[in-house]
């Protein structure tokens, strides 16, 4: 419990503002300690680099690849299976449980990956606050992907809407469709990857903003005193 913690993305320099500085942040709720980390100029490559990559790889997401690849796998089995009738109330459950455990495990994944960072003494007040209005910026109120959308949060609603109301009911009805085994399988482990994302948006999304006004306001009353003396 002690090490429960919500991380704040690098400033990798790869988004509006932002500046390279290699700064990454962690909140740890039961102390509300904040503890700094910092990454060098090769590791801020190679996380330009992997990002790059993901980027280009994200066409195998695509709904007009996976659907052949399905229905090409399909044809080497016969036996299908009905999820209500093979697993009951649990065929519902199923995707769900499993998508929190996905959850958990990129959470503890990415905590891992965060502890490989070298701990660095807190910047001052000034370049925290900047820190943390930028990284808010750029991953939560606005959305670098969606530019031409300027009303705060607007950009990351909308996304946010989409998936919960018309992608995940869709994915939940095609997982309820007969299918062979394997079929199944891989239907179930992309359900549950989209289900993953609600506890994220909300860890991520919603958390995340309530403790970075909460940083924020903390921060701007120690600059008045400081600017105050």
Known sequence: MKKIRLLFAVDNGMG?????????????FLSGDIVWRRLDKEKIGNH??????????????SPFL?????????????????PQKEFGLFSFLLPMILGIWFFILFELWMISI?????????????????YFEVIHDITLKHNDVLKQIKTSYLANILVVLFIVFAV??????FYFMP?????????LVVLAILLSLVPNIIWNGIVKTVINN????????????ENGK
Do not use: C, H
């Open 66 to 82: 996976i659907v052949p690849i399905m229905a090409f796998i399909a044809g080497y089995s016969d036996n299908y299976i009905v």
């Open 114 to 130: 965060r502890n490989t960072y070298p701990l660095i003494e807190a910047p001052s007040s000034t370049v925290q606050k900047e």
């Open 214 to 225: 909460k940083i924020l306001d903390k921060l701007n009353y120690e600059l008045e005193n």
């Open 179 to 187: 299918s062979t085994i394997i079929e199944f399988i891989i239907k």
């Open 16 to 28: 509006t503002n932002l500046k390279g500085t290699g700064l990454a942040a962690e909140y740890y």
């Open 48 to 61: 330009q680099n992997i990002a790059k990559k993901i980027g280009r790889l994200t066409w195998m997401s």
């Open 168 to 173: 995940i009911p869709f994915v939940y009805w």
